[in-house]
């Protein structure tokens, strides 16, 4: 069966940096959008950034652009989130999902996610 493993979460401090990464196994990875999501305690899950299937096209929220950056590596069936400038607000689950269209907002495979915290 599909398998998605987050891995990487962990305790930093604010300004800090954590790279999330994401083994998928299971699905033709490559023929995938691959995203990542976000839940903090007592709010809605929100979409954080995702990738095209070949890599060659990101998009991400307003709120994490130009501190994080997402990347996949279709040979090893991972893709990473690289997060720079963690602000205390980017306290939160997060999740890796697939998705067969990336224009989408359908993801059919979901992680149980890795939990960041941000400290002040």
């Known amino acids: 069966q599909v398998q998605l493993v987050e891995s990487g979460g962990g305790l930093v401090q604010a300004g800090g940096s954590l790279r999330l990464s994401c083994a998928a196994s299971?699905?033709?990875?490559?023929?995938?959008?691959m995203g990542w999501f976000r839940q903090a305690i007592g709010k809605e899950r929100e979409f954080v950034a995702k990738v095209t299937w070949s890599g060659g096209i990101t998009y991400y929220a307003d709120s994490v652009k130009g501190r994080f950056t997402i990347s996949r590596d279709n040979a090893k069936n991972t893709v990473c989130l690289q997060m720079n400038s963690l602000k205390p607000e980017d306290t939160a689950i997060y999740y890796c999902?697939?998705?067969?269209?990336?224009?989408?907002?359908?993801?059919?495979?979901w992680g149980a996610g890795t939990q960041v915290t941000v400290s002040s």
């Open positions: 999902a697939a998705a067969l269209n990336y224009d989408s907002n359908y993801f059919r495979f």
């Open positions: 299971g699905l033709t990875f490559s023929r995938y959008a």
